[in-house]
DNA sequence: GTCTATACATAGATAGAC
DNA sequence: GTCTATCTATGTATAGAC
């Protein structure tokens, strides 16, 4: 099992992946142009940068739905009137930021994966790129867990997809590896849903792992050495789990 | 290692706990006597159960901040005059649901360790034991986890000392273990960590298990071997994590 | 103890001046 | 494109009848 293709730092990781805030908002723009009515392109993205990121920021601290328009125009630096040219309620702006977030994920997700060659080298790849990439946008992805439950029923349904998509992909790469007989995981879709909760408490602990000065590079490769441990030593004991 | 007495199955434990809402709305009506301003408890206490419900079924639809007094009133029954006289606003309620859960995690959690003897013991003690205590008050748990951030500074803190106080349990069960040489752990406070991203996944993503059809005492054994496997190998691996 | 009716503040959303 | 002023609905909270 080779993984030194794998062990990328963060910092190379998030040039690579060039996910500022500008490019973000301006594939937003694009994607939404119909619905918002500011032409300007630059104009346009320049304010949206303000708007999530004042958005972010805010619902971090007290939620989405608790934060009010009126504060986000104090944070965002815009008025009432122009937050509406820019969005037409407030569920827009909530819609527009989980959509885009799982754009990202998953495009990232699968182009990293694509890469490798082994099971075991796309396992530990899909791994140490989640992690990375919810160390980027650790708001977004805070923001997407914790207002996934306050949604319509149709966005609820997308939320859930989402969730289980990402946990397809480590369930697929699990079962892939026993076939290959890489591995043995006795139980691949308890030990992909254990992954993912790993995999959550680094952006939904953030402050936790920050006062303990844990980096994001510590964090991956315990993780990675953790699922080590659990696909390679359960097949010698107990088979009725 | 031996074991045997920890595999209590979820029912035997419920009904040891003897945790029904009304004997916590009881205990939680005592703790408020000056505050409530119903004097006859049989009457206070049945109707805070059907607060207390009504609350926890509605915020776990669409959160706390987000469920209006109103709802509320339709939910439990009760008209908004009869709500006032159980507490003097908002606040005190959500304040009142966090304290009690707290209180309950902490009493059952020690008292369920104090009985037994060696560190794993502990150790399998203290997960099974957490996993059907939140089976058993899903909602509040999952309640208390999401409304965590949305609090006053002072609550704030509150919430990350309980945060902190249980995974300081298995922290020390590690360390106290790694003593005795029962088992080797590399990184006690890591893997403390993702022991409580495990043991909460179990309350966060309720719905997914229940879907699969995974039942709690599954859900528990899988934990246990999957610790199991971590404390027990890492040892023999790479120490530089 | 519980209800209905109501006060008062703040929310989201829009209109129209600039 | 952006601002200020304002509309209407809804929120929390209270008063007073029963």
């Known amino acids: 099992m080779n993984t030194v293709s794998q062990i990328e730092d963060f910092e190379r990781f998030k040039k690579r992946a060039a996910l500022s805030m500008e490019e973000i908002c301006r594939e937003i723009y694009r994607e939404n142009r119909d619905?918002?009515?500011?032409?300007?392109?630059?104009?346009?993205?320049?304010?949206?940068?303000?708007?999530?990121?004042?958005?972010?920021?805010?619902?971090?601290?007290?939620?989405?739905?608790?934060?009010?328009?009126?504060?986000?125009?104090?944070?965002?630096?815009?008025?009432?009137?122009?937050?509406?040219?820019?969005?037409?309620?407030?569920?827009?702006?909530?819609?527009?930021?989980?959509?885009?977030?799982?754009?990202?994920?998953?495009?990232?997700?699968?182009?990293?994966?694509a890469l490798e060659k082994t099971s075991w080298g796309k396992l530990t790849c899909a791994l140490r790129t989640h992690?990375?990439?919810?160390?980027?946008?650790?708001?977004?992805?805070?923001?997407?867990?914790?207002?996934?439950?306050?949604?319509?029923?149709?966005?609820?349904?997308?939320?859930?997809?989402s969730e289980l998509f990402t946990e397809k992909i480590?369930?697929?790469?699990?079962?892939?590896?026993?076939?290959?007989?890489?591995y043995a995981v006795v139980n691949p879709v308890l030990t992909a849903s254990i992954i993912k909760a790993m995999l959550q408490d680094w952006y939904l602990k953030r402050w936790k792992y920050r006062k303990r000065n844990v980096s994001v590079e510590q964090y991956a490769d315990f993780v990675i050495e953790t699922i080590r441990c659990i696909i390679a030593v359960v097949k010698k004991k107990n088979r009725n789990l």
């Open 35 to 113: 619905r918002i009515r500011i032409k300007k392109e630059n104009v346009a993205v320049k304010n949206l940068v303000k708007i999530f990121n004042a958005t972010l920021a805010l619902s971090a601290r007290k939620g989405f739905q608790a934060m009010s328009l009126r504060e986000l125009c104090n944070e965002s630096g815009l008025s009432m009137g122009a937050l509406y040219a820019y969005f037409i309620g407030k569920d827009m702006l909530l819609d527009i930021i989980l959509m885009q977030g799982r754009r990202i994920v998953k495009k990232v997700l699968e182009e990293a994966i």
């Open 131 to 161: 992690i990375y990439l919810s160390e980027l946008l650790q708001e977004w992805f805070f923001f997407s867990f914790m207002e996934a439950k306050n949604l319509s029923r149709d966005r609820q349904k997308a939320a859930i997809a």
């Open 170 to 182: 480590f369930l697929d790469l699990l079962e892939e590896g026993n076939k290959n007989r890489e």
